[in-house]
């Protein structure tokens, strides 16, 4: 059986990674809704290898919150074999995890499994760090190239088509906002980024609609 938990990033972009995967596995795949406490008492219910979806593992992270309780359901997924699948940021899944601990389980004793583990899992987790703080620099580069070159940034009034500037700045409050997945706050991020005042709460507030 498949499932998916749709993460609060994806739910405050409004993604269709949900209506996606239910047309492509039509009735094998069930939605987990709510916290991540509600994805955890799932756990009792799912059966070895089944597969849970998600946004990416950042997002996963970021909803728990709790570094060790995050840790703890990772692990439990794993021993129970219940493949964890990242959409964006395969590198994390358990199967990929599965696989590299395989080629080093032979090599450490027993006693020393728990903490290999641990090792491999920090090791993927700091490959998605890279490159979601490439992300977060590329964004930028991109916004300030785009006053460089005397690009308007934002929406003109009254416009209904779809600018690439007004998404990057949205995906910047989504992956740097406190209000969100973020750890910086709204004075630090529009200082960082040079986000006029008015146009960073006009984006912020539809994100949260």
């Known amino acids: 059986m498949r499932y998916y938990y749709k993460t609060k990033k994806e739910e405050a972009r409004n993604a269709k990674t949900w209506q996606n995967l239910k047309y492509l596995h039509k009735d094998s795949i069930q939605l987990i809704d709510g916290s991540v406490d509600d994805l955890i008492a799932m756990l009792q219910s799912i059966k070895p290898h089944s597969e849970i979806y998600m946004y990416d593992y950042a997002s996963l992270k970021d909803d728990f919150g ?19 699948t990242f959409i964006n940021t395969p590198a994390c899944d358990t199967s990929v995890i599965r696989e590299l601990f395989g080629l080093v389980s032979p090599f450490v004793n027993a006693n020393e499994h728990d903490e290999y ?3 491999i899992i920090r090791i993927c987790e ?25 690009t308007p940034i934002g929406k003109k009034k009254g416009s209904s088509t779809n600018n690439p500037n007004v998404e990057r700045i949205k995906d910047i409050i989504l992956d740097n906002s406190k209000s969100f997945n973020g750890h910086m ?8 980024f040079d986000i006029k005042r008015t146009t960073y709460y006009k984006y912020k507030k539809e994100l949260k609609i």
């Open 66 to 84: 709790d570094e060790l309780k995050f840790s703890k359901f990772y692990a439990e997924c794993f021993e129970k074999k219940i493949e964890l």
């Open 185 to 192: 706050s709204d004075k630090d991020l529009m200082k960082k």
């Open 117 to 119: 583990l641990r090792k």
């Open 126 to 150: 700091a490959g998605v760090d890279k490159s979601r703080s490439m992300s977060f620099d590329l964004k930028s580069a991109s916004l300030q190239i785009a006053r460089d070159n005397g």
